[in-house]
């Protein structure tokens, strides 16, 4: 089992920045993929990026290329969502997932944490 807990949300003007922390526990996520999602209310779950156990590929949404970033610290089970020239559209609450199965630059989620709530405004 792997029990994930998402931090770092909050309230920031159009054109800041935030940072999100997931802490996993339970086992290692070195050979998880790890993915960020949102929600916001009346909307469907949207994938916003996935980075491989290594570290060394992302995928991201086309809405967010070139302005999130994701990235992992293995020894630490630690991922993190930089989100730099926030939109007041990426107001949602935003969780993160791992599975280990990535499938056309996607995971369903085999785990996932409460999420953390991101509130942009204009």
């Known amino acids: 089992q792997v029990q994930l807990v998402e931090s770092g949300g909050g309230l920031v003007q159009a054109g800041g920045s935030l940072r999100l922390t997931c802490l996993a526990s339970g086992r290692s996520i070195s050979d998880y993929y790890m993915a960020w999602f949102r929600q916001a209310p009346g909307v469907e779950r949207e994938f916003v990026g996935v980075?491989?156990?290594?570290?060394?590929?992302?995928y991201y949404q086309d809405s967010v290329k070139g302005r999130f970033t994701i990235s992992r610290e293995n020894g630490k089970n630690v991922v993190y969502l930089q989100m730099n020239s926030l939109k007041v559209e990426d107001t949602a609450v935003y969780f993160c997932?791992?599975?280990?199965?990535?499938?056309?630059?996607?995971?369903?989620?085999?785990?996932r944490g409460q999420g953390t709530q991101v509130t942009v405004s204009s």
């Open positions: 980075v491989s156990g290594s570290g060394d590929r992302t």
């Open positions: 997932a791992a599975s280990r199965l990535l499938v056309n630059k996607r995971i369903n989620p085999n785990y």
